[in-house]
T-cell receptor, first 115, second 117 residues
Framework: AQTVTQSQPEMSVQEAETVTLSCTYDTSENNYYLFWYKQPPSRQMILVIRQEAYKQQNATENRFSVNFQKAAKSFSLKISDSQLGDTAMYFCAFKAQGGSEKLVFGKGTKLTVNP | GAVVSQHPSRVICKSGTSVKIECRSLDFQATTMFWYRQFPKQSLMLMATSNEGSKATYEQGVEKDKFLINHASLTLSTLTVTSAHPEDSSFYIC?????????????FGPGTRLTVL
């Protein structure tokens, strides 16, 4: 069974600075997908970024980028130029390719961006 | 693109009554829809997976007779909480997966807060 671990329950960062949220996972699968979702106080889950495991290039979406280390089973999220609107819970999630449809979530990291 | 709506956003009901929550994919056809429950300050807990026209697959420990799921079309799934009790009070979130783009990705609705008095 796959597991996803987010070791930082809470983090804070000053506005305009950079912050990295960590995520590690455990799987015996070779092909899979990894995701970061953001859940602001409104509780709407928003897809931030997705990574296909067969792609070596790290995914980027504007100020959000990942450091995907497949051998180390690590998938960290870097937020550059942090904005107040980035304050949210961030969940790392894993999905195997094919087979189960399920997303396996980490427990989340609560990020606070301070003015 | 990939917008999912839920209705209602909040509902308060009396113990013993049934409540229906709708989940709609607004701009894509959802091959698969998922229902989650989220307790305060916790991650999402998958309740069931439904494919259009098929019976839902429930996770272990989820009572299928209590949480009725219907996925009657490619854009609509409903969750009915039957004979609701205060312990069913929670935040319920649906998600949908397209059959034609980013087929590995779930897009989430805004959630429904259920309070059972």
């Amino acid at each position: 069974a796959q597991t996803v671990t987010q070791s930082q329950p809470e983090m804070s960062v000053q506005e305009a600075e950079t912050v990295t949220l960590s995520c590690t996972y455990d799987t015996s699968e070779n092909n899979y997908y990894l995701f970061w979702y953001k859940q602001p106080p409104s509780r709407q889950m928003i897809l931030v970024i997705r990574q296909e495991a067969y792609k070596q290039q790290n995914a980027t979406e504007n100020r959000f980028s990942v450091n995907f280390q497949k051998a180390a089973k690590s998938f960290s999220l870097k937020i550059s130029d942090s904005q107040l609107g980035d304050t949210a819970m961030y969940f790392c999630a894993f999905k195997a390719q094919g087979g189960s449809e399920k997303l396996v979530f980490g427990k989340g990291t609560k990020l606070t961006v301070n003015p | 693109g990939a917008v999912v709506s839920q209705h209602p956003s909040r509902v308060i009901c009396k113990s013993g009554t049934s409540v229906k929550i709708e989940c709609r994919s607004l701009d894509f056809q959802a091959t698969t829809m998922f229902w989650y429950r989220q307790f305060p300050k916790q991650s999402l807990m998958l309740m069931a997976t439904s494919n259009e026209g098929s019976k839902a697959t429930y996770e272990q420990g989820v009572e299928k007779d209590k949480f009725l799921i219907n996925h009657a079309s490619l854009t609509l799934s409903t969750l009915t909480v039957t004979s609701a009790h205060p312990e069913d009070s929670s935040f319920y979130i649906c998600s949908a997966r397209s059959g034609s783009f980013n087929t590995d990705t779930q897009y989430f609705g805004p959630g429904t807060r259920l309070t059972v008095l």
